[in-house]
């Protein structure tokens, strides 16, 4: 008797609707669940115009969205802003930078990332132009963004050394003749420029592009080569 009286509370746990006044107990406990969903519904706001790929926000505990990012119900959430942001970071997917005549335009985010990873010079051009704009909305201080072109066997010689020149220097060593071009620093809805001698680059490489702000080249880097 007694067996069989647990065999049917075994039931009961295991089907809820089974059992209508024990179940109600276990539902209720569950709805409590949701709540970190609550401080995940502001997560969106952030992480959602930043970029498109959910992958950032899980890499990116820096930016305190991390307990939010791993939520699903975050990825969800986003899921209709993400189309927007894949939209309007266009190439954001990191490919091969448009190049028009002699000039390139190319893109950082508050996600801390470029919207291309390869650029081809033009091997007709004496000079290039890399035209940057911050279409982010952190500051320059939080989130600052350039471009320095340097061989890729000096990049992290040259990023180390732009730390230790400061902020004040724009992070990048005053007088650096490893530094093949370098752009000034700056903030988010901000954009600059850096024309330099293409002829820099005909000799030795890989060369790479990379952003000098602290701790930023390891996602903010790409190529760039004569072609
Ligand atoms: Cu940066």
């Known amino acids: ?12 746990a295991l089907a809820l609707s089974a ?18 969903a609550t401080p995940a519904d502001t997560a969106p706001v952030d992480t959602a115009p930043v970029d498109g790929a959910p992958v950032d926000g899980t890499t990116t505990p820096a930016t305190g969205t991390a ?14 802003a993400g189309t927007d942001a894949a939209t309007s970071a266009g190439a954001a997917a990191g490919g091969e930078a448009v190049v028009t005549g002699c000039s390139v335009a190319i893109e950082g985010n508050d996600m801390m990332k470029f919207n291309v990873s390869s650029i081809t010079v033009p091997s007709s051009c004496s000079e290039f132009t ?7 909305r ?22 180390a050394d732009g730390i230790s020149a400061g902020a004040s220097a ?3 060593k005053a007088g650096d003749d490893r530094v093949v071009a370098a752009t000034e620093m700056i903030g988010g ?10 002829s820099k680059l ?6 790479q592009f990379f952003c000098s702000f602290p701790g930023h080249a390891a996602l903010m880097k790409g190529s760039i080569s004569v072609g």
Do not use: R, W
């Open 19 to 36: 059992c209508g006044g024990e179940s109600q107990q276990p539902v209720d406990t569950a709805a409590p669940a949701p709540a970190p």
């Open 130 to 136: 890399i035209n940057l704009t911050h279409v982010g």
């Open 67 to 80: 307990p939010a990012a791993t939520d699903p119900t975050a990825a969800g959430g986003t899921a209709g």
């Open 138 to 159: 952190l500051p320059e201080a939080a989130m600052g963004h350039n471009v320095v072109v340097t061989a890729a066997s000096n990049m992290a010689s040259v990023a």
């Open 170 to 172: 724009g992070y990048v």
């Open 202 to 207: 005909k000799d030795g490489g890989p060369y």
């Open 189 to 198: 809805g901000e954009s600059t420029s850096v024309t330099f001698d293409v």
């Open 1 to 12: 008797m007694k067996f069989h009286a647990s065999l049917i509370a075994a039931a009961c």
